[in-house]
């Protein structure tokens, strides 16, 4: 069954028939991260008719289902937008936080990035999820690229424990993971560059 026949299931109140669906889609051997990714909108629409606990457990079944098919990365391309259409939930947090350990254990300082980033609790869903996606995949000589600033920033370096070094046009910003003291920079000399 496809996500938008499931919505319209939510919507008329007919969440045994939702669960039953999405039992079989995610036991099916066809099915995909990729393609259940699209699903995260049934568990939104759950967590609006106020079935928020029932939406938690179906994302982590298909968590745990996908876990045993598929890599941990693989499995954050359904997860991730899983987490973001349930929202705070504290298992789905612990699975998806136990997929990163497991997708990224060879990245240097990562607990100290999963725990600025706030994927296992402390933070909103969408700015860890969105911390995470943006710190993990970059790399020496990427651009960084402000939303809502006009201004660009190459990252020169990407030293550990520290999170990242921006380098701004004369200027050397360093970024510190959680806990550590960060330095202060006056707003003369404050780059305007935001990473999110």
């Not at 936080?97 to 100290?112: F, H, I, N, P």
């Not at 550990?160 to 003369?188: K, Q």
Request: proline content about 6%; some cysteine.
């Amino acid at each position: 069954m496809e996500p938008d026949s499931l919505v319209e299931l939510v919507k008329s109140g007919n969440i045994g028939t939702v669960e039953q669906e999405w039992m079989g889609i995610i036991e099916s051997p066809e099915v995909s991260p990729k393609k259940l990714a699209a699903y995260a909108k049934v568990l939104s629409e759950m967590c609006q008719a106020n079935k928020c606990p029932q939406a938690g457990e179906l994302a982590w079944s298909a968590i745990e289902s996908l876990s045993s098919r598929y890599s941990p990365s693989e499995t954050l391309t359904a997860a991730g937008p899983f987490l973001l259409g349930i929202g705070d939930n504290a298992e789905v947090r612990a699975s998806v936080t136990e997929l990163y350990r497991k997708a990224y254990a060879d990245c240097q300082g990562l607990d100290e990035l999963l725990t600025e980033a706030g994927i296992a609790g402390g933070r909103p869903v969408r700015r860890a999820l969105r911390t995470l996606d943006v710190c993990l995949r970059l790399e020496e000589g990427d651009y960084l690229a402000a939303r809502h600033e006009d201004a660009v920033a190459r990252i020169d370096s990407i030293e550990r424990p520290v999170l990242g070094v921006l380098n701004h046009p004369g200027r050397r910003t360093e970024h510190p993971r959680a806990g550590a003291p960060r330095r202060h920079v006056s707003s003369r000399s404050r780059p305007r560059i935001s990473t999110f």
